[in-house]
């Protein structure tokens, strides 16, 4: 069963330096998602992404954050000059083409992101 | 605001006995709601959807909108049902990519 891929499983960076998330979404999936969840916190939305531009943004996804489809297949998340608060679990998610709030979201493992 | 409370952070019952995870959410359209469930060391993976009205794995959900509640019940738990569960809700305003709003989660640790 495919299913979406996300590396590095683990990232470890220094305060002020970019890091790159990459998610292989489900090869015929159309709506592409970033989530994170700060330890102890909830699952909270960053971005959605369709027809190669952002859909939906959150409060979150402030100019540090950028989403880029590159190749057709791989759906990265840059963060430009990483701050400590944004150590956290990042999940990629996508959905199939169907339209409408009831579509189903599948879910990546997550790359844990630990900013030192 | 859109909300999910989700009161419960753990939930421990034994084998064989019901079981109940509490889900509110705050929305004044018309929500779609959804559980999904994180088993140890694995993903996010979706459970049911209200508006399947289906039945996995013996656990079902029924949105009541005058109480704006989506409890998750199963009549007897079994110790594989252990997980972290996570109510979410989905909004419908016609925009293409629709967002999940979770729940803070409950873990359920079913005792043998």
């Known amino acids: 069963e495919p299913e979406v891929t996300q590396t590095p499983s683990h990232q470890v960076t220094q305060m002020g330096q970019e890091v790159i998330l990459r998610c292989v979404p489900i090869s015929n999936h159309l709506y592409f998602y970033w989530y994170r969840q700060i330890l102890g916190q909830k699952v909270e939305f960053l971005v959605s992404?369709?027809?190669?531009?952002?859909?939906?943004k959150s409060e979150i996804f402030d100019d540090q954050f950028s989403v880029e489809r590159p190749d057709g297949s791989n759906f990265t998340l840059k963060i430009r000059s990483t701050k400590l608060e944004d150590s956290a679990m990042y999940f990629c998610?996508?959905?199939?083409?169907?339209?409408?709030?009831?579509?189903?979201?599948?879910f990546g493992p997550g790359t844990r992101l630990t900013v030192l | 605001a859109q909300r999910v409370t989700q009161p419960e952070k753990l939930l421990s019952v034994f084998k064989g006995a019901p079981v109940e995870l509490k889900c509110n959410y705050s929305y004044s359209g018309s929500p779609e709601l959804f559980w999904y469930v994180q088993y140890s060391r694995q993903r996010l993976q979706l459970l049911l959807r209200h508006i399947s009205r289906e039945s996995i794995k013996g656990f079902t959900a029924d949105l009541n909108k005058g109480e704006t509640s989506f409890h998750l019940k199963k009549p007897f738990a079994q110790e594989e049902d252990s997980a972290m569960y996570y109510c979410a809700l989905s909004m419908n305003y016609g925009g293409a990519t629709n967002k999940l709003i979770f729940g803070t989660g409950t873990l359920l640790a079913v005792q043998p």
């Open positions: 998610a996508s959905s199939p083409p169907r339209r409408g709030a009831n579509n189903e979201q599948f």
């Open positions: 992404f369709y027809n190669n531009e952002i859909s939906e």
